[in-house]
């Protein structure tokens, strides 16, 4: 058995019980998980509590889809993977209508779509070893579904990344969303 520790999201404003997930880290956990919702992000609390922790897996309990492109949120996963020397572990989520539209602004639109596309090229990203052309990536998705699932056409962008870990651990997806009748 595996034991984690959730940290919720912080709201306003942002607090972190450092000496307790360094305990939890003394004590063999094998996780902390940061989340988000309004307020404070998922990623920039992993980032700080890698650099104060050694051994304890660092996961986003979720990062918000409709809060970042699917190449951002790769691009964080990595960075943070390699920063903390493999500890990052990217769980995502579609999260509610009140915050997708409330918050980020944008519409709620088809959730399940949504998720399995964002995913697909989150993956497509991870799996490149030296350059991901994002228009292949889209391709092997059918255009049509991810222009509208993003809300507008998509140009090529390349990225440039080293093998990571993070190819190696699981991505984490909500499985609980709001589907459209």
């Given at each position: 058995?595996?034991?984690?520790?959730?940290?919720?999201?912080?709201?306003?404003?942002?607090?972190?019980?450092?000496?307790?997930?360094?305990?939890?880290?003394?004590l063999g956990y094998h996780i902390v998980w940061t989340a988000?919702?309004?307020?404070?992000?998922?990623?920039?609390p992993l980032a700080w509590l890698g650099a104060l922790t050694g051994r304890i897996k660092l996961g986003t309990g979720i990062m918000q889809i409709p809060a970042r492109s699917p190449a951002n949120t790769a691009m964080t996963a990595m960075t943070l993977d390699q920063l903390s020397g493999g500890r990052m572990v990217l769980?995502?989520?579609?999260?509610?209508?009140?915050?997708?539209?409330?918050?980020?602004?944008?519409?709620?639109?088809?959730p399940l779509l949504r998720t399995r596309e964002y995913v697909?090229?989150?993956?497509?990203?991870?799996?490149a070893s030296l350059?991901?052309?994002?228009?292949?990536?889209?391709d092997s998705i059918d255009n049509s579904a991810f222009d509208s699932a993003l809300g507008g056409a998509f140009h090529a962008v390349?990225?440039?990344?080293?093998?990571?870990?993070?190819?190696?651990?699981?991505?984490?997806v909500q499985v609980f969303c709001f589907v459209d009748a």
């Open positions: 058995m595996r034991l984690g520790l959730t940290l919720g999201y912080s709201g306003a404003q942002m607090q972190l019980d450092v000496e307790r997930i360094r305990e939890a880290e003394r988000e919702s309004y307020g404070s992000d998922a990623a920039t769980g995502l989520g579609m999260s509610g209508p009140q915050v997708v539209e409330g918050w980020h602004g944008v519409a709620y639109g088809k697909a090229i989150c993956r497509a990203i991870f799996a350059r991901a052309n994002v228009d292949s990536i889209v390349f990225l440039w990344t080293d093998q990571s870990s993070i190819i190696h651990d699981p991505l984490f």
